[in-house]
T-cell receptor, first 113, second 113 residues
């Protein structure tokens, strides 16, 4: 059964701690994306990766970091430098950079107190 | 730059009512247009898409027609069900936006029995 998995579904952290959100896909997609969603708002792009060992900043990359060491994995680290980290984080993938359709994972809700 | 504007919600309807959610876009090129749906606590699912002018996307009773002359992609359904209650996002992607998805702010639909 192909798809995108994100874990955990809910994550709680204390302020000042870094936290890493997992995203794995078995769709054999080249491109992967991280979005942030705040209540009542649309999605904002954090980082994206078109190919292994390459990634680019999106619109709101400050306070976040990513890696793409394997095609199927694209973890996102929310660092202590991110001023408002509490949000719903969504990972997505597409067949290639030039493919318009993106497929989304179920999301991770991060709460930082 | 490219952008998407959706009607503000929430939209509240009775079961079997007709649904329209307005979406207009601004783009310098020839974008592909999408509607995504998000059920409570979940990720986004692609509902339908259209890749060129006058194309009609359809799925699960929902339809949207790509209107280049009015730069619109309004979502319609003839008879909504309680299970259609969700947040609906209009989005575009094209070469000028580096194939990144640009989302509207979302419209919450609540269908009452």
């Amino acid at each position: 059964d192909g798809g995108i998995t994100q874990s955990p579904k809910y994550l709680f952290r204390k302020e000042g701690q870094n936290v890493t959100l997992s995203c794995e896909q078995n769709l054999n997609h080249d491109a992967m994306y991280w979005y942030r969603q705040d209540p009542g708002q649309g999605l904002r792009l954090i980082y994206y990766s078109q190919i292994v060992n390459d990634f680019q900043k999106g619109d709101i990359a400050e306070g976040y970091s990513v890696s793409r060491e394997k095609k199927e994995s694209f973890p996102l680290t929310v660092t202590s430098a991110q001023k408002n980290p509490t949000a719903f984080y969504l990972c997505a993938s597409s067949k290639s950079r030039r493919t318009y359709e993106q497929y989304f994972g179920p999301g991770t809700r991060l709460t930082v107190t | 730059g490219n952008s998407v504007t959706q009607m503000e919600g929430p939209v509240t309807l009775s079961e079997e009512a007709f649904l329209t959610i307005n979406c207009t876009y601004t783009a310098t090129g020839y974008p592909s247009l999408f509607w995504y749906v998000q059920y409570p606590g979940e990720g986004l699912q692609l509902l339908l898409k259209a890749t060129k002018a006058d194309d009609k996307g359809s799925n699960k009773g929902f339809e949207a027609t790509y209107r280049k002359e009015t730069t619109s992609f309004h979502l319609e359904k003839g008879s909504v069900q309680v299970s259609d209650s969700a947040v609906y996002f209009c989005a575009l992607s094209d070469r000028d936006s580096s194939y990144k998805l640009i989302f509207g702010s979302g419209t919450r639909l609540l269908v009452r029995p």
